[in-house]
């Protein structure tokens, strides 16, 4: 444990100066040490790890098909996912009827994209289809499924296939970008 030492450094010598005895302490860290490895233990044995989480993604039953409404164009707003961190986006048309195509970062500006046109169509009607082209990463297409749950917006359909028109539309956005 602790323990003081005593050594003879007191009395007079030759020089006639009488010296007080020092008192030196020392401490024993064993225990000290062992209260430390405990503590350690029991804090990595008490404490439970974060687990991963990941994003449920419901998709429909191949083998039940039922009738649905068909969507107007006018409450669709497309996403094409493209390179450099870009989306492309048309909303109130479809590709065969020259829309307008915006693009975007995705973060803030996407987000405020998906709002604002949710807020053109309101409530339930509002749908999302996300098309995936070859130059976009798989980074894209997670940063917009969080996008969509960030929003909120609960219909949304992933295609992987573009139409001709699609192609040409985004080909025809290529051109005017470069």
Not at 59 to 79: F, H, L, R, Y
Request: net charge positive; charged share 30%.
């Amino acid at each position: 444990m602790a323990e003081i030492n005593t050594g003879g450094g007191g009395g007079k010598h030759d020089g006639g100066k009488v010296r007080s005895k020092k008192a030196s302490t020392r401490v024993d860290m064993t225990p000290m040490v062992d209260l430390g490895f405990l503590l350690i233990t029991f804090f990595i044995l008490a404490t439970t790890l974060s687990k991963p989480s990941s994003m449920t993604l419901n998709v429909p039953d191949k083998t039940k098909t039922e009738e649905t409404e068909p969507i107007k164009a006018s409450n669709v707003m497309t996403i094409f996912l493209g390179k450099d961190n870009k989306a492309h986006y048309i909303f109130g048309k479809a590709a065969n009827e020259d829309p307008e195509v915006k693009t975007v970062g995705y973060g803030y500006e996407f987000r405020q994209a998906l709002q604002e046109n949710a807020k053109k169509v309101g409530g339930e009607k509002f749908v999302v289809v996300i098309k995936p082209t070859k130059q976009s990463t798989y980074k894209n297409m997670v940063d917009v499924l969080d996008e969509m749950a960030i929003t909120k917006l609960k219909r949304y359909a992933l295609v992987d296939q573009l139409t001709a028109d699609e192609k040409k539309l985004l080909k025809d956005k290529a051109k005017l970008d470069a």
